[in-house]
């Protein structure tokens, strides 16, 4: 038996390494996995990897893997078993019935965290409504009674099973949050069109990457942040001004790889401040080993959710929290990046990123850099914003404090 913290699930992940994935990847996919369980607060005792050109149709893994995964979750008393992709309905009704425990793919996994972490009206809506879009097919494979079944004559067929009437519960239940979930929306435009014509600045990135936590710096904001998954999930506006010029900055939800695609289109409504915003500021997390596929992840979203070309400036945070794996002298090996020091990380950084957007290199925790990434977006805001009034400028024009005294 394994230890584990009281009143926590225990659990085991499950990934193939495929021609796409190599060894070494599925143990990055692995890492964020477990992080993701714990953030649910699921302990991960076990790893099972197989080799496959591609997952089995049926159930996942082979044969004898399963048989392997199945003793092992018999011997440990295992309450959960974690799958890296999204398993369809299919294999997850063929691996039910030779696993005597929970199944849990990556999909449902956050969703499960997004329901957990879910506080206003509109973010609960949305993740409900992706929780019965992600249940409708599944639901053969975990029969349950969701709710009192509906009466009344014609409501239902001769011999209609209790599946089927289920069925039709979610069906009503999604139409009904899908019109809950316009309604909202429709409320959240009409605030985005009361804020007038002032310089939008957004923050995106991938999850955990400190999005919040330079938003509480910033606009002396109160956004919860925390050293987990998507901490956020609502976005927060604020009204900031520097320098006298007042532009809104917001907090938006935080990317994933491989992000349900159902969570994405009950989001989309939230990310409209992505598509909306004049600057986006991408944050990374230059302490992960896979910063780079995070920024990638993130670029492919915004690109999903907004074709405009648009200001932006790539923030790598945490370098206060940087470490490499330095190399003996003796040792002849070809350097990686993790041999990189973070002056080599900062150089090979900007001579690959700086065509792309300007590149600023900060802590948002120890407060470094903040002032020089404050001024850049200034810049900027200033530049779109006199663009809009042109009138505006001189009130915004710098001015020395000892001229400003003469005058």
């Not at 901490?231 to 992000?259: M, Q, Y």
């Not at 009950?266 to 004049?278: C, G, I, R, Y």
């Not at 950084?349 to 020089?372: G, T």
């Not at 914003?385 to 009130?395: A, C, F, N, V, W």
Request: with cysteine; aromatic share 8%; proline share 3%.
């Amino acid at each position: 038996m394994y230890e584990t913290k009281q009143d926590r699930e225990v659990a085991i992940v499950v990934g193939l390494i495929t021609q796409d994935i190599t060894e070494e990847k599925l143990n990055e996919y692995f890492d964020e996995l477990e992080f993701l369980a714990k953030t649910a607060d699921v302990d991960c005792v076990k790893r099972f990897s197989q080799r496959a050109e591609y997952p089995n149709p049926r159930i996942y893994t082979g044969e004898g893997k399963l048989k392997e995964i199945a003793q092992f979750v018999e011997d440990n008393e295992i309450d959960a078993c974690i799958f890296d992709d999204e398993l369809s309905p299919s294999q997850y009704r063929n691996i039910s019935q030779v696993l005597k425990c929970k199944i849990i793919d990556r999909s449902n996994l956050i969703l499960d965290i997004f329901a957990k972490r879910a506080q206003t009206a509109h973010s609960k809506t949305q993740v409900e409504l992706a929780q019965y879009q992600y249940l409708l097919p599944r639901l053969a494979g975990m029969w349950t009674h969701l709710e009192r079944q509906k009466g009344g004559i014609g409501m239902r067929g001769p011999g209609e099973k209790e599946i089927e009437t289920d069925r039709r519960i979610v069906r009503d239940r999604i139409s009904r949050l899908k019109e809950e979930l316009q309604r909202i929306n429709n409320q959240k435009n009409v605030q985005r069109k009361n804020r007038g014509k002032l310089v939008r600045v957004a923050l995106v990135g991938y999850t955990n990457v400190g999005k919040s936590t330079l938003m509480n710096l910033w606009a002396k904001a109160d956004v919860f942040a925390e050293n987990k998954l998507f901490a956020t999930l609502d976005t927060t506006v604020r009204k900031v001004v520097v320098k006298n010029l007042p532009f809104l900055l917001s907090d938006t939800v935080g990317f994933i790889r491989k992000l349900p695609k159902n969570l994405f289109e009950s989001f989309k409504s939230t990310l409209d401040e992505v598509s909306e915003a004049d600057i986006l500021v991408i944050v990374s997390d230059i302490s992960h080993p896979n910063f780079e596929e995070q920024l990638q992840t993130v670029d492919q979203t915004i690109k999903e959710i907004t074709q405009e070309n648009k200001t932006t400036f790539l923030v790598f945070n945490k370098i206060d929290n940087y470490s490499y794996e330095k190399l003996d002298d003796d040792d002849l090996s070809e350097r990686q990046l993790c041999n990189y020091s973070l002056e080599e990380m900062e150089n090979y950084i900007r001579l690959k990123y700086s065509s792309v957007a300007p590149v600023i290199f900060i802590s948002a925790k120890k407060k470094i850099n903040l002032d020089e990434l404050k001024d850049k977006v200034y810049t900027e805001a200033r530049r779109i914003h006199t663009e809009r009034y042109p009138y505006d400028d001189l009130l915004y024009t710098d001015v020395d404090p000892e001229e400003e005294d003469e005058q």
